[in-house]
């Protein structure tokens, strides 16, 4: 039987806000108790994280006293120190609070702006404390309903600004945080600004220091917006961008439902996995998830364990996926040719290409039997990427065909 036991080397993180998340829901209150920070990290250490990460609300709350700062700071390094547990990542919470009613970068009222980054390095300043390396940024607030508010040039602008000031910042400082971009289309904004990791690409691009700044993509957020997840974190990757990831579930055309990782779409999650490990990603596989509403205290750490678990058996069959002679077989049938007749363009290139002739009818016949080769490989079907079978009876099965 395979090994599916999280290690710290897997890199696996949580939020404080996953696995503290109480249940509540804009339709009810909270249905467990929320948990406290340092035992959060204690208990995310015994069952294999890498780390955790935290918005600065999430540690210290909102408006505490510096003599408080300063023992929630304490008591969450003893907690850090006797478990192993990193804090690899940081955020600010420019959500929450009625002051960003309208906005936190992107507010019209430039008081509010300068809050809301004061906000942002405060934040980083605490992430620091703990070690973290990257910075994320998630503009929930940051849209709109009410498009005669504003130039939709504006809000660019002054995120922008926000994002170029603090960037400056912490170079100054120091810090060497890299930033992380996260995009979501919607909620709790009617359109969230940079809806999707594309918009997100070409925006850093426009940044005084694009080099620092990459992407925090959500399976749950390109997923609401009816994307192909796995090819907007490809892009992000072949851009040099995936900074961080954050994995979950979720079904399309819903609210942000950001579900156990793997509890929809088995398929997409299992080419994520795919693409993921055979790309070299090391970056944290960080579970932006929380249990169901249902789940008692003791069930949300069986959550925990799932995400881990089922991105682990994914993991395995996509290495088996590798190791497939059939399977191989078949990709190399597709793309044994790889050979690009294109190419870097040069003079001699273009006039040999214009002079070459192609037999269009023969490459309009090859033939490309999908359906066929999918029936015919012993665990290419979508069904082999349901998790797990411990008596190997379902690959038996598909053997067997
Ligand atoms: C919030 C949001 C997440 C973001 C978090 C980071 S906050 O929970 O739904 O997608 O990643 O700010
Ligand atoms: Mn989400
Ligand atoms: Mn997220």
């Not at 009818?361 to 490989?377: D, Q």
Request: hydrophobic share 35%; proline share 5%; glycine share 8%.
């Amino acid at each position: 039987m395979s090994d599916y036991t999280p290690r710290p080397e897997h890199k696996f993180t949580f939020g404080l806000w996953t696995v503290g998340n109480p249940g509540r829901d804009p339709f009810g209150e909270p249905t467990r108790e929320a948990v406290n920070p340092a035992d959060s990290v204690r208990k995310l250490g015994a069952l294999g994280a890498y780390g955790v990460n935290f918005h600065d609300d999430d540690l210290v709350p909102f408006g505490a006293s510096s003599q408080e700062r300063e023992r929630i700071i304490k008591e969450f390094h003893s907690a850090l120190d006797e478990s192993g547990v990193k804090v690899p990542m940081a955020t600010t919470n420019l959500f929450t609070q009625p002051i960003f009613k309208d906005g936190g970068f992107t507010s019209s009222d430039p008081k509010v702006r300068a809050f809301a980054v004061q906000k942002a390095m405060r934040g980083m300043e605490l992430g620091k404390e703990f070690g973290a390396e990257t910075y994320v940024f998630w503009g929930g607030r940051e849209g709109s309903e009410v498009d005669a508010s504003k130039n939709p040039l504006d809000p660019l602008k002054w995120f922008r600004e926000a994002l170029d000031f603090l960037n400056a910042w912490q170079m100054e400082q120091g810090f060497g945080y890299r930033f992380a971009l996260e995009p979501k289309p919607n909620e709790p904004r009617g359109d969230i600004y940079l809806a999707t990791t594309g918009n997100m690409l070409a925006f850093i691009e426009t940044l005084a220091h694009p080099e620092n700044v990459g992407l925090n993509p959500e399976f749950a957020h390109d997923t609401m917006a009816g994307l192909n997840f796995v090819h907007q974190v490809a892009q992000a990757m072949d851009a040099g961008k995936l900074f961080h990831i954050d994995l979950n579930g979720q079904k399309p055309g819903r609210f942000d439902q950001d579900l156990r990782f793997g509890q929809e779409d088995q398929k997409t999650n299992f080419f994520l996995v795919k693409l993921l490990e055979d790309n070299g990603y090391d970056n944290p596989r960080h579970f932006d998830a929380h249990a169901l509403r249902t789940s008692n205290a003791g069930d949300v750490w069986e959550f925990a364990k799932g995400c881990m678990r089922t991105y682990l058996i994914l993991k395995e069959k996509a290495q088996r996926f590798n190791e497939d002679a059939e399977i191989q077989g078949i990709i190399q049938e597709l793309n044994g040719d790889t050979q690009s007749l294109v190419g870097a363009y040069s003079k001699e290139g273009a006039d040999k290409l214009m002079a070459q002739k192609f037999d269009v009818a023969a490459l309009t016949n090859r033939p490309l039997p999908y359906e066929s080769w999918i029936n015919s490989s012993s665990s290419c079907c979508w069904a082999c990427v349901r998790p797990v079978n411990h008596r190997g009876t379902e690959a038996r099965r598909h053997r067997e065909r």
